[in-house]
């Protein structure tokens, strides 16, 4: 017979047991040890059917194939970029994967130069964690205006929320322009100042309480009180 | 015969400890262990690019560990900064602690450095740092089988003690004083070192003692770590 | 807003992000919505934090960044040009544990400037500390004073909390007795005596960006730099230490301007000293 220790969306911490006997899998953030289901995540539990999941509350970007993510250049050669996506270890960005045709000597710099951040795909990720980026696709380019802000990325799918209702509403409100990267990098552009800074704090709000509930209607207030001084 | 401890405690009573997450903001994780006068501040950075490259496996992750102690965190004279034989040593059994917990084989190439400062001592100072550290890398999001917990335990003349004070290592009779740190679920010992004498009696004891010990420890470190989304 | 990215180093090649914030300061405006002249809100001093091993000590928060500071004493013989005085030794370690910009190793040229400038300056040109009243014995025996001060979290303008931290451990701190018989500092016995203290030299430190200066800066508005000067002030408004920074020129007109800005906010950082 088997048995759930925890409940859902609680807490846990690495080493701690949520569920007893085989009717319960193992998934991500959980392993087995014989017949004890344990935590190997500082997160929250997440129980669907008999999986039960940890979901991580911090840690950093883990790439994944097709990802859109923000990067910063920070180096080059004659033919490569290389693109800090906050992993350990820089992504390459081909001249081949531009999107459109670069011809054989061109200066690389006249594209994308050394402190330029971008919006790229990721095409592919190596066993080895070798990160291929690619341009080519709708929206994907080099970012020149508005900031850039971090969030934790295990926090990403929460600033955009469930079919994009987070960030919609936040859009929505202040008017800004936001793309949130899936490495956790947020482009944000406001043609009013005030407005602009309300939207990072928004976002800066999900960052740091991504495991309340009625999160949404929490942020709708914020916005509504404080974009009333502003208009 | 040393029966009445020098500061009043039970033989198995552990100091005040106080724990908190998320101290250092720039770092992927923190804590602040603090068992009684003992302070230890932890911040984990990583997984982030490895320098040399020659150090890099391509398998996993490397675990690194660093532990400092503040130039006034002593109670005599001001320590020298900088790296001295005893803070190397004891980086690395920290490392040696840490590691069996940690999986790191989805961060090839990488490392994950854990930066541990002693802010005030009072014996059992790797200890602490251990279970900072051990609390910074779960908040830092890292995979792990278990936290760790760490205390000191030893026998004074006759008597079996845990979380021993600087005035009880210093005690004038024989003093075997043992840092212990183990995984709290599983009991297992990943950290052993014994200045002193003891028969094998007493060390069976004292792992017992130990356990019980961690398992007090993992209850504050669960506690401080949960405390930091609540 | 302007808080500093998680784990990831500062990014110096950051071309939108400089931008941001030249055009923002165009309007006088900053990222968290500071005034230019303004220091951030949440700035705080704790006393004594590590009361069982240094002589004094200090944290100092400003917003987000944090440190602290410790004094420890020595007793050395004093310089043959000074015999009847004692000293200070001042180290500021830029910890590996505070930002993943700072290395592991021995302090590098950042740590080295703020512990000559900021610490060791400004307490000694000031002539804050009575250095007499640290001599034992004319010409064989005076305190040293140890003082070092540690980054914690480094979310902009260390140098002003370093400042801080220094002279609050200072302010904190409380000699221990010294054994004239065996010659040496008997740490067992706390002493209650504290260190005389004539002056509080406050340092701020200004910065310049564009045609703008500004305090108290934002990670991100230290990249932006182009000139700093650290101004050390004293209850009288009296300017005791200067350090300039950065590889771009200043005029007099504006050196004067950064000066008066560091006077009226050493004013204001000196009550929380009190």
Not at chain 1, 21 to 30: A, H, R, V
Not at chain 2, 7 to 29: F, Q
Not at chain 2, 161 to 178: C, F, N, P, S, W
Not at chain 2, 193 to 209: I, R, T, V
């Amino acid at each position: 017979m088997g048995k759930l220790l925890v409940n859902e969306r609680d807490i846990v911490v690495p080493g701690e047991e949520v569920a007893e006997g085989m009717d319960y899998l193992p998934s991500l953030g959980t392993y087995r040890d014989k017949e004890t289901l344990v935590s190997s995540q500082f997160g929250f539990v997440n129980i669907s059917g008999r999986l039960v999941k940890v979901i991580p509350l911090s840690g950093r970007y883990n790439p994944r194939r097709d990802d859109i993510v923000i990067g910063r250049v920070a180096d080059m050669t004659f033919s490569n970029w290389f693109v800090d996506v906050d992993y350990a270890t820089e992504a390459v960005l081909s001249s081949k994967e531009t999107g459109e045709y670069v011809q054989r000597g061109t200066d690389l710099s006249q594209i994308y130069g050394i402190g330029d951040y971008i919006i790229a795909r990721v095409m592919g990720v190596s066993r080895q964690k070798a990160i291929d980026l690619s341009m080519r696709g709708p929206g994907l380019r080099k970012i020149t205006t508005g900031r850039i802000i971090k969030v934790d990325s295990v926090k990403v799918p929460r600033i955009i929320g469930k079919e994009g209702s987070m960030i919609s509403l936040i859009k929505e409100k202040t008017g800004c322009r936001i793309m949130v990267g899936q490495n956790g990098k947020v482009w944000i552009q406001g043609d009013d100042l005030k407005k602009e800074r309300i939207a990072v704090e928004a976002i800066n709000m999900i960052n740091e309480k991504s495991f309340v509930n009625g999160l949404t209607e929490k942020i709708k207030e914020f916005l509504e009180k404080e974009l009333k001084d502003v208009q | 015969m040393y029966n009445k401890r020098l500061d009043g405690r039970k033989a198995d009573e552990l100091r005040t400890i106080k724990a908190r997450v998320g101290i250092v903001k720039r770092a992927d994780g923190s804590a602040m262990f603090q068992i009684g006068k003992t302070i230890a501040l932890a911040a984990v950075y990583g997984p982030r690019q490895l320098h040399p490259k020659f150090l890099q496996n391509p398998k996993m992750g490397l675990l690194r560990c660093n532990y400092n102690m503040m130039s006034f965190s002593g109670s005599g004279e001001r320590v020298r900064p900088g790296t001295s034989r005893r803070s190397k040593e004891i980086s690395y059994v920290t490392e040696g602690a840490l590691a069996p917990v940690l999986d790191l084989e989805e961060y090839p190439n990488t490392v994950v450095d854990v930066f541990i400062e002693i802010l005030q001592s009072d014996s059992g100072t790797r200890c602490a740092g251990i279970c900072a550290a051990s609390m910074a890398l779960a908040d830092a999001g890292l995979k792990m089988k278990d936290l760790v917990s760490a205390v000191a335990v030893g026998r004074i003349d006759g008597k079996l003690v845990v979380d021993l004070t600087k005035e009880e290592e210093d005690y004038d009779g024989e003093v075997a004083d043992i840092a212990i740190a183990i995984t709290p679920r599983t009991g297992e010992i990943t950290l052993l070192q014994m200045d002193g004498f003891a028969n094998k009696e007493e060390l069976a004891k004292s792992f017992e003692n130990a356990k019980e010990a961690c398992k007090k420890i993992w209850e504050v470190q669960k506690k401080a770590l949960k405390e930091k989304y609540t | 807003m302007g808080s500093p990215e998680k784990g990831t180093k500062g990014e110096i090649h950051m071309n939108i992000i400089k931008k941001h914030v030249y055009s923002l300061i165009e309007k006088e405006e900053r990222l968290d919505g500071r005034k230019l002249e303004e220091f951030r809100k949440d700035i705080s001093i704790e006393y004594d934090i590590s009361p069982n091993s240094a002589e004094g000590s200090a944290r100092v928060k400003i917003g987000e960044t944090e440190v602290i500071a410790g004094i420890k004493f020595d007793v050395i013989k004093p310089y043959p040009d000074d015999p009847d005085k004692g000293t200070i030794i001042a180290g500021v370690e830029l910890l590996p544990l505070s930002s993943p910009d700072f290395e592991n190793g021995p302090p590098n040229i950042k740590a080295v400037e703020l512990a000559r400038a900021v610490v060791d300056r400004g307490l000694r040109e000031s002539q804050a500390i009575d250095f007499k009243s640290l001599c034992i014995k004319k010409e064989e025996k005076a305190w040293a004073i140890l003082i070092d001060v540690y980054s914690i979290n480094d979310a902009g303008n260390l140098a002003d909390a370093i400042g801080l931290a220094a002279l609050a451990a200072v302010k904190d701190a409380k000699f221990p007795k010294y054994d004239e018989k065996k010659e040496k500092i008997d740490y067992e016995k706390k002493g209650t005596k504290k260190i005389s203290i004539k002056e509080i030299p406050i340092p701020i430190t200004v910065i310049k960006i564009k045609d703008k200066i500004l305090v108290d800066p934002l990670l991100e508005e230290e990249e932006c730099a182009d000139a700093r000067l650290t101004v050390t002030t004293l209850e009288s408004g009296r300017v005791c230490a200067l350090q300039k920074g950065g590889n771009v020129s200043l005029t007099p007109e504006e050196t004067i301007k950064m000066i008066d800005l560091a006077i009226k906010k050493g004013k204001e950082l000196r009550k929380l000293l009190k």
